[in-house]
């Protein structure tokens, strides 16, 4: 990865915490359950988006095996932890994997999540110039930064269970149909040009080594 490449993740794990703030502003956005689940689900989401599935085959919500998930959703959970380390959280990866946690406690559900996010999260990625599977990495390194910006509020060791099951969720189910649910929308572009506004400080250091 260039060092451009690496800011722009960086900047761009920014941009989605800014966008998840804002469409959860009707008081979703102070669940932090919710937040942390749609953070997670969307990291997956477009994780998921740059596998080589064929969507036709499948109906919305549908879940199907994939080994490319089994093989990269694992880097999610490590740049979310890793970004949590460097924020200074000590995670036991053993108490994660037997932690019986999942999204249940999320105000919505993946597919409501994927039609409230995705014209957001593809805009930013577009505009960003990130692949799909790049745009899932910035945005589980924002996963990192919402659990630690939640610690008041939930245990930072709950809000990682929940990421994981978030992940693992959206990378092996069939999302929504992107035609049904990107739109054209000056209001979003404007949302978009004010998330990548700090790209263009050059004074700004990033706050984490993603590795």
Request: net charge negative; glycine share 4%.
């Amino acid at each position: 990865m260039t060092q451009e490449n690496f800011e722009t993740i960086v900047h761009t794990a920014d941009g989605f915490s800014k966008i998840l703030r804002k469409k959860l502003s009707n008081g979703h956005a102070n669940h932090p359950e919710t937040l942390i689940a749609s953070a997670a689900r969307m990291s997956g989401t477009l994780l998921f988006r740059s596998f080589s599935h064929n969507l036709d085959e499948h109906e919305p919500g549908v879940k199907i095996p994939s080994e490319q998930a089994d093989i990269n959703t694992p880097k999610l959970v490590n740049l979310m932890l890793n970004s949590l380390k460097q924020l200074g959280h000590m995670i036991d990866k053993e108490a994660l994997a037997s932690a019986d946690v999942t999204t249940a406690l999320a105000r919505l559900s993946l597919l409501e999540t994927q039609e409230l996010l995705d014209p957001w999260y593809m805009a930013l990625c577009e505009k960003s110039n990130l692949t799909l599977y790049q745009g899932a990495l910035s945005a589980a390194t924002t996963v990192g930064l919402l659990i630690h910006e939640c610690r008041d509020s939930l245990i930072v060791d709950a809000g990682c269970a929940i990421a994981i099951y978030g992940f693992n969720e959206a990378a092996r189910t069939t999302p929504r149909r992107l035609a049904a649910s990107l739109r054209s929308d000056t209001r979003m572009e404007a949302t978009i040009d004010d998330t990548s506004r700090d790209k263009e400080d050059d004074n700004k250091k990033p706050w984490y080594q993603i590795w």
